[in-house]
């Protein structure tokens, strides 16, 4: 409420987000990359505005950056949790990249690494780079106040990177470990003013 008030801060985000939250309460797998991606729109790129909102930015470039940093980072998150609920019996990954391979939610539960289960993660994981890269060629119209809202896409780069060099194996060790490297990559963007 101090927040609100204080940065003057627009309630429907905040609506759009425990609204989408109440809706996914039901823990089941998305349909398809559409359900994600509409999930993460109303929860990340809701933070994401409300943050420019907080950073004083109020333009349609940053927030056209944003729906897609948020779509990418909703993507990633979904992707980066797949191993955590697998082995408690769930899996939120979209059903019609799964069929599409013939991979069922059994194989993720059981942690298999074939091709077929690879193929399903690379699928959605190049998904969350489309959207990256979509906010991306923005940058140029997006306000350079905007660009700290949109540092979270170091951390996104990262575990994209991590997951091309283990082929795309989920459930990997090294993806669960912390990038002793992010901060650094997190300096060299913002001193070079980039997102």
Same mark, same amino acid.
């Given at each position: ?45 809701a933070l994401l505005y ?9 333009? *349609? @470039?940053?927030? $056209? /950056?944003? #729906?897609?940093?948020? +779509? ?57 780079? *489309? @959207?990256?890269? $979509? /906010?991306? #060629?923005?940058?140029? +119209? ?36 912390k990038s002793m490297l ?14």
């Open positions: 409420f101090q927040a609100v008030k204080r940065h003057n801060l627009t309630k429907m985000w905040f609506m759009k987000i425990i609204d989408e939250r109440e809706k996914n309460l039901d823990d089941r797998a998305y349909r398809n990359i559409q359900e994600l991606e509409t999930y993460a729109e109303n929860t990340q790129s409300l943050t420019l909102e907080m950073l004083g930015v109020r333009d *349609i @470039h940053a927030d $056209h /950056a944003a #729906s897609h940093v948020g +779509k990418a980072q909703g993507i990633v998150t979904c992707l980066r949790a797949t191993p955590y609920h697998s082995t408690r019996q769930k899996v939120f990954l979209p059903m019609d990249i799964c069929m599409l391979h013939g991979v069922s939610q059994e194989d993720f539960i059981r942690g298999k690494q074939e091709k077929n289960v690879r193929d399903v993660i690379y699928d959605v994981a190049s998904q969350a780079h *489309i @959207h990256l890269e $979509h /906010a991306r #060629s923005f940058s140029k +119209k997006v306000p350079v106040k905007a660009y700290p809202a949109f540092f979270c896409t170091v951390a996104l780069d990262d575990y994209l990177y991590s997951m091309r060099k283990v082929d795309f194996n989920v459930f990997h060790p090294s993806l669960q470990r992010l901060p650094l990559h997190l300096y060299i963007r913002s001193w070079k003013k980039t997102y």
